[in-house]
Structures are given as C-alpha cells and as structure tokens.
C-alpha cells in the first residue's frame, strides 16, 4: 500500500512539472497600445508603461463583486505594483474617480472606456489584467475573491520582477 502511495505521488509530481513547464513556455499576448482617458483629463498610454509591470482593473461604480475585489487592489497597489482602476459600463452620471476615493482607494482611474474594453473582447466586471514589464498579459482574471491566491501570486510576480535588473 505504501509502495502505490509513492507511485501515485510521483505520478501526480511528474504532471505537476510537466504542467508547469507547459506554463512557462506559453506566449503570453501583448497588450495592444491603448490610450486610457484619466478621471483627471489627463492621457495615460501603455507604451509609456512599458518597463514596469502593472495592473488594469476592469470595473464599473454599480458592481458589487468589483468592491468586493478592490481592497485586495488596494494592497498590491500599496506594496509598489501600480494598480490603474479602468471603468465601463458605465451611467451617464457616474463618478468612479469619486466612488474609488470615498472608498478609501488611492489608485488611478481611467474613465469612459467602453471601446477599450470592447476593443479587448472585455464583456464582464470585474476583469483584471496583470502586465509584465514588457507588455504581455501574464494572468487575466475574473474573481472577485480578494483572498484569491492566483491574485496574490501573479502580484508577487510581478513585484519580484521590478526587483530584478534587467541587462
């Protein structure tokens, strides 16, 4: 019995390594250049991003699971991997600039970006997108779980990598 629980575990370990090569030879698609219109009228563009990872967060003021998600936002954008919060679907007289700092939220917020979203074959909220330094969408998620472990290990990825030179 011994002897079939060690087979089982080294065939179930062999898979895991197999898996996790097969995951670190995927391509990772690169985002495409967007120009994101900011609550503060000002422009962001992602090519200017571009040499430190980072976080698009696809929200909109009226979703629950958004809010649910956005304190654990919080705390990767507080532990130095920006976090830009990027709102559609949205009411004409909405504010998510206003509704991310009454809430006690210090990230950026791009507005009015239904054609980016579109454009991204982004339908649903919350959609979040993790970045790398180069550009390339490394994880894109769904959750809304703030203690999602996918969430906090795609985040210390990326921090791990701004640590590294690049040569």
């Known amino acids: 019995m ?35 219109q900011m ?34 936002l919080q705390k990767i954008d507080d532990m130095g991997l920006k976090v830009i919060a990027v709102s559609f679907k949205e009411d004409e007289d909405a504010a998510p600039a206003k509704a991310l700092s009454d809430r006690g ?23 979040t997108l993790f970045i790398n330094k180069q550009g390339d969408v490394i994880w894109l998620t769904n959750t809304s779980n703030p203690e999602d472990a996918n969430l906090h290990l795609n985040a210390r990825t990326l921090l791990h990598s701004m640590e590294l030179k690049t040569e």
């Open 105 to 127: 939220y210090t990230f950026k917020t791009a507005i009015k970006a239904d054609a980016i979203a579109k454009q991204l074959g982004i339908r649903g909220t919350p959609t």
């Open 39 to 72: 609550a503060d009228g000002s422009i962001t563009n992602t090519h200017d991003l571009l040499g430190q990872p980072y976080i698009l967060h696809f929200w909109a003021t009226w979703c629950p699971y958004c809010k649910k998600l956005q304190p654990a």
């Open 2 to 36: 011994k002897q079939l629980f060690i087979a089982i575990t080294l065939i179930l370990l062999s898979f895991t390594a197999h898996a996790q090569q097969e995951i670190t030879n995927t391509i990772h698609p690169k985002l495409p250049t967007l120009n994101l």
